[in-house]
């Protein structure tokens, strides 16, 4: 696999990381919610092969300096256009991991005519999508007398974990993502932690997807604890420009053959062949 380079440049004057690498037409990823450039380390055997890697680390999260302003989807989207325009990237494909769907989709509506493509992971596409009980948990924990306690358990390793086990991922973590995940929220702020969670589960970006005319793969788990896989198939399945995969009896957190699984899908999607389909895996707007 080829080695990804880490770079720096500066957004609105502050710090900002990126990696970069690979081969092929170029394409930008946006990592999700207290993550890195980092997140992407699955895809990389599928990406680096096809495409030109651009990754940076988001304002406020990994290596990359909070912004001054707010961290609503349109600014962060603007952080990732300079690590594009840095990078030397002018038409590109766009990937969104969670709460970095927003990210992409502003990406998209910023410089239309310059993507081509998206592959969307558990994406936040509008209010309606996202679970009833996890709009009530972020809507408690976020709250402004229970935040300062979340962001100190946050940094408690045996509090996240069970956290995270009960209530997100489920049991089958992989204990090398599970010690990244744990390293980035680390390091992220918690202002800009906080802008960004609420900003992107009040967004609704459905109608800018459903309407556009960009090929769109879209990666979830049929019991993911965040999104609503049910939903989400009622919302886009009609549309002949998506192709929505559906992993069954997988949740948030994505075992080995899951990701292996999804690795397969991604480089077909890229290669512009048929999605692969074993034991009904694929549900397929094509």
Known sequence: MPALEERFTYHEGRPLRYLTGGSGPPILLCHGFLGSAENFDDWFDALLPRRTVVAPDLPGFGRS????????????????????????IEDYDVAGLCLGTPVALA?????????????????????????????FQVGVMLSRSVYPVIVWCG??????????????EGSDVDP???????????????????EWLLDGLKRNDLLQLRR??????????????????????????????????VIEQGGHA????????????????????PLPLPQRTVASAA
């Open 65 to 88: 300096a909070p912004l001054n302003g707010a961290h609503i989807a349109t600014s962060m989207a603007r952080a990732a256009l300079s690590a594009a325009d840095h990078a030397g």
């Open 107 to 135: 990406v998209q509506r910023a410089r239309p005519h310059t993507v081509k493509s998206m592959v969307l992971h558990t994406p936040l596409l509008a209010p309606r999508l996202v679970r009833r009980r996890f709009h």
């Open 155 to 168: 940094h408690q390793r045996s509090i996240s974990d069970l956290y995270k086990r009960l209530l997100i």
């Open 176 to 194: 090398r993502a599970a010690q990244a995940n744990f390293d980035n929220q680390m390091r992220s702020n918690p202002r800009a932690a906080k």
């Open 212 to 245: 556009g005319t960009n090929r769109v793969l879209i990666l979830t788990a049929a019991e993911d604890r965040i999104v609503d896989a049910e939903r989400l198939r009622t919302a886009v399945g009609d549309v002949d420009s998506i192709d929505l995969a």
């Open 254 to 273: 994505w075992t080995q053959a899951m990701l292996r699984h999804q690795r397969e899908l991604i480089a077909a999607f890229l290669d512009g062949r």
